[in-house]
């Protein structure tokens, strides 16, 4: 009897599974679906090549020092970079007085307690500060940007979905808005059209304004999206300073695996391929020399074979 009612359970179970899969699938297909505006617009990220792409790549320094004179005439008033501290410039082929001056001409300075009268004070960066923040907290940041609080910087390319390519396409995507765009997403006060930022309508005004914003000691003409892939450049960096190191080991397991598999195909084949190397060869008590030895002990001292 307890038998026939789990029997009967699992039927009425599958039953009501299989009904409201169906109800569900036909809900789905019959129903009208709701217009999804922002999907509509929303553009994905442009295609951006930096030397820093595919398992080989390495930065390019002078990509790397170009984006940060961009983060730092640009960027730096309304985003932080805590994660990175002036010492680390020297990675970017900065030597040491160079990253010593830059950390003391730095225009925000970094926040400390005057040691006799125990009062906030600011005081100028040193290579072991990091990156100060151009705000004292979210509200101020706040305040000063209609609400909107700027993101730190660090690891923007790790954050957001399409990495280097969203910032790139993100500081080159300001447009007005199209004729057919719905006026409830049309962008309000103090907000900007933008395909490639989430909800179309981005905060943050240009900060790339026009070509020559920012004057490029090596040559390289600086136009807006000459700074737009720098300042991306950069940012992948300050989000994976140690990608280099990690293409390095990387490429060196790999040819440690394909060594070892090389050496283990060739064990087996030595040991274990064929089909005389796996014939077992009589050894011990069964080998036939033995047992004509001890068959003769046995005779010789009158014991009789078994």
């Known amino acids: 009897m307890v038998r026939i009612l789990g029997i009967l359970a699992g039927i009425v179970m599958v039953f009501v599974a299989a009904w409201s899969f169906g109800h569900g699938a036909y809900s789905f297909l019959t129903s009208e679906r709701e217009r999804n505006v922002v999907r509509e617009f929303h553009e994905e990220p442009r295609d951006l090549h930096l030397a820093s792409d595919g398992p080989f790549g390495k930065y390019d320094r ?16 309304c985003h932080s970079l805590k994660f990175v501290a002036f010492r680390n410039l020297e990675e970017l082929g900065y030597k040491e007085p160079e990253v010593k001056a830059i950390a003391n001409q730095w225009q925000i300075d970094v926040p400390d307690v005057d040691p006799k009268t125990g009062d906030p004070k600011g005081r100028k960066a040193i290579p072991a500060d990091h990156f100060p923040s151009p705000f004292q907290n979210e509200t101020a940041a706040r305040a000063a940007n209609n ?23 993100l500081l080159t995507g300001y447009r007005n808005p199209p004729a057919n765009l719905p006026a409830e997403n049309r962008p309000g006060p103090n907000l900007h059209y933008n395909p490639w930022f989430a909800n179309l309508n981005i905060a943050m005004p240009p900060p790339l304004k026009s070509d020559g914003q920012v004057g490029y000691k090596d040559g390289t003409k600086p136009t807006v999206d000459q700074m737009a892939q720098d300042v991306a450049a950069f940012l992948t960096w300050t989000a994976e300073p140690r990608l280099e190191n990690r293409h390095r080991t990387g490429l060196a397991i790999v040819i440690f695996l394909l060594f070892a598999t090389i050496l283990g195909y060739l064990a087996y084949q030595n040991i274990w391929h064929g089909p005389t190397s796996r014939a077992v060869r009589r050894t011990g008590p069964l080998d036939p020399e033995n047992m004509a030895k001890r068959d003769a002990a046995n005779a010789e001292a009158g014991i009789p074979s078994a």
């Open 147 to 169: 609400n909107a609080l700027p993101p730190d910087l660090s690891l923007i390319t790790k954050a957001r979905e399409g990495g280097a390519a969203y910032v790139y396409s």
């Open 62 to 77: 002078q990509q790397l020092q170009r984006g940060f004179q961009v983060y730092k005439e640009v960027c730096s008033s």
